[in-house]
Nanobody
Framework: QVQLAESGGGLVQTGDSLRLSCAAS????????MGWFRQAQGKEREFVAA????????AYADSVNGRFTISRDNAKNTVYLQMNTLKPEDTAVYYC????????????????????WGQGTQVTVSS
């Protein structure tokens, strides 16, 4: 059983930056591809970014590509999401998730593929 705990959310202004962290425990972190998803109020959960077990492969949603960067530190059992040039439409609850079985470029974009989820952290971007 893997437990995930996000942190780093908050209230920022348009154009600001935030870095989210997701600390994992209870499993072998390096065996899991990791993803970030977000869910705005009244909307479905959507893919943001994902990284392979070693961090060498990454994927991004078009809406965040070039602004957000996903990375991981397997020694610290932590995955990060650096968010730059934030926009009001980035406002959402952000979740990290762990996907067992390695990286698959199709599966990592589908939230139903993931085995474990954190509780989420709120990010609010004011205009």
């Amino acid at each position: 059983q893997v437990q995930l705990a996000e942190s780093g959310g908050g209230l920022v202004q348009t154009g600001d930056s935030l870095r989210l962290s997701c600390a994992a425990s209870g499993g072998t972190f390096r065996d899991f591809a990791m993803g970030w998803f977000r869910q705005a109020q009244g909307k479905e959960r959507e893919f943001v970014a994902a990284t392979s077990t070693g961090g060498w492969i990454t994927a991004y949603a078009d809406s965040v590509n070039g602004r957000f960067t996903i990375s991981r530190d397997n020694a610290k059992n932590t995955v990060y999401l650096q968010m730059n040039t934030l926009k009001p439409e980035d406002t959402a609850v952000y979740y990290c998730a762990a996907l067992g079985g390695g990286y698959n470029s199709y599966l990592v974009r589908n939230y139903r593929s993931y085995n474990y989820w954190g509780q989420g952290t709120q990010v609010t971007v004011s205009s």
